[in-house]
């Protein structure tokens, strides 16, 4: 009887464990189950995320640049302020998924991609930097701004000036008199038309060196068309006096417009900007960009990897 009830427990004890090692076993193969099913909503989520993340770095980055080139480009003062607010609009937003990028857990991030993404940071504050002093310069547009006031007040003031000279010798005699302050007056005009031109080259030139240098030639210019307008004075007439007088003071008026045209062209923002754009810009966009090919190449990989 004892040998029965010995065996009965022993049946019972053997059941007993066999029942919790099957539960043990259960749990785990479900633990499992429910591994494998909630891995892919957590790592796989994190990884699709960081991978549209840098996508849209990546489009928005080029956004930017191209923007920014309009801008630079642009022949008024409207349309470069609008690319450059499209382009700044671009940056921010390449700005905002780089902040959500990094707040992303980054637990399981590898080595390599985060030294990418320091990589990034560094490379990302010096585009912004350059982005800043070429979009400031583009929408002053000095150079194009010095270029038009050159081109219609100063080309009106200089065909008054010519009107003017025109009138005060038309009638004055005798005739050898005439000659004499036709020769005056054609050289006073001629010093005038070289200014105009020379405003010209100062505008297009890009070196400060050579602007400086224009600029004397202007001076020297100026100095010269107003010893023969002085000269003009003292021989005209009491009848011609208003027309000599006119052209003084519209040559004074033409003057203080050259001297803002030279102002305007030696802040040389166009060219600054345009200089930058296709030099350091250039570069530090190329370097933005391989480096979010890189993370985005590197994040793909790992969630290949994981797949297998």
């Known amino acids: 009887m004892e040998q029965r009830s010995s065996g009965i427990s022993r049946r019972l004890v053997i059941m007993w464990l066999a029942s919790i090692v099957g539960t043990?076993?259960?749990?785990?193969?479900?633990?499992?189950?429910?591994?494998?099913?909630?891995?892919?909503?957590?790592?796989?989520?994190?990884?699709?995320?960081?991978?549209?993340?840098?996508?849209?770095?990546?489009?928005?980055?080029?956004?930017?640049?191209?923007?920014?080139?309009?801008?630079?480009?642009?022949?008024?003062?409207?349309?470069?302020?609008?690319?450059?607010?499209?382009?700044?609009?671009?940056?921010?937003a390449v700005e905002r998924d780089r902040r959500n990028l990094e707040s992303l857990p980054g637990q399981d991030i590898p080595d390599r991609q985060a030294v990418l993404l320091h990589d990034f940071d560094t490379a990302w504050k010096t585009l912004r930097e350059i982005d800043t002093e070429i979009l400031d310069g583009a929408v002053q547009n000095t150079n194009l701004k010095a270029a038009e006031l050159s081109r219609t007040i100063g080309s009106e003031l200089l065909e008054k000036i010519e009107q003017d000279l025109g009138r005060l010798t038309a009638k004055v005699t005798p005739a050898p008199r005439r000659c004499e302050m036709e020769l005056l007056a054609g050289r006073a005009v001629i010093a005038t038309v070289k200014?105009?031109?020379?405003?010209?080259?100062?505008?297009?030139?890009?070196?400060?060196?050579?602007?400086?240098?224009i600029a004397a030639s202007i001076e020297r210019e100026a100095d010269r068309a107003r010893t023969l307008l002085k000269t003009l004075?003292?021989?005209?007439?009491?009848?011609?006096?208003?027309?000599?007088?006119?052209?003084?003071?519209?040559?004074?008026?033409?003057?203080?417009?050259?001297?803002?045209?030279?102002?305007?062209?030696?802040?040389?923002?166009?060219?600054?900007?345009?200089?930058l754009s296709l030099g350091k810009k250039r570069i530090a966009a190329a370097e933005c960009d391989r480096i979010l090919k890189a993370l985005l190449a590197s994040v793909q990989q790992k969630a290949a990897g994981k797949v297998r």
Do not use: C
Request: charged fraction near 30%; avoid cysteine.
């Open 24 to 92: 043990a076993l259960l749990a785990a193969f479900s633990t499992s189950i429910v591994g494998i099913r909630l891995w892919p909503g957590n790592v796989y989520e994190q990884s699709s995320k960081r991978q549209e993340l840098l996508a849209r770095m990546r489009l928005n980055l080029l956004a930017s640049v191209e923007q920014e080139k309009s801008a630079v480009m642009a022949l008024t003062d409207e349309e470069s302020r609008n690319h450059a607010d499209k382009a700044r609009e671009a940056a921010a």
């Open 233 to 275: 004075d003292g021989m005209t007439g009491r009848k011609s006096r208003a027309f000599i007088r006119e052209a003084r003071l519209n040559f004074d008026e033409y003057l203080r417009v050259s001297d803002e045209v030279i102002r305007l062209s030696e802040l040389n923002t166009n060219h600054g900007s345009r200089k």
């Open 195 to 213: 200014i105009a031109r020379l405003q010209a080259l100062h505008v297009d030139e890009e070196e400060v060196e050579q602007k400086k240098l």
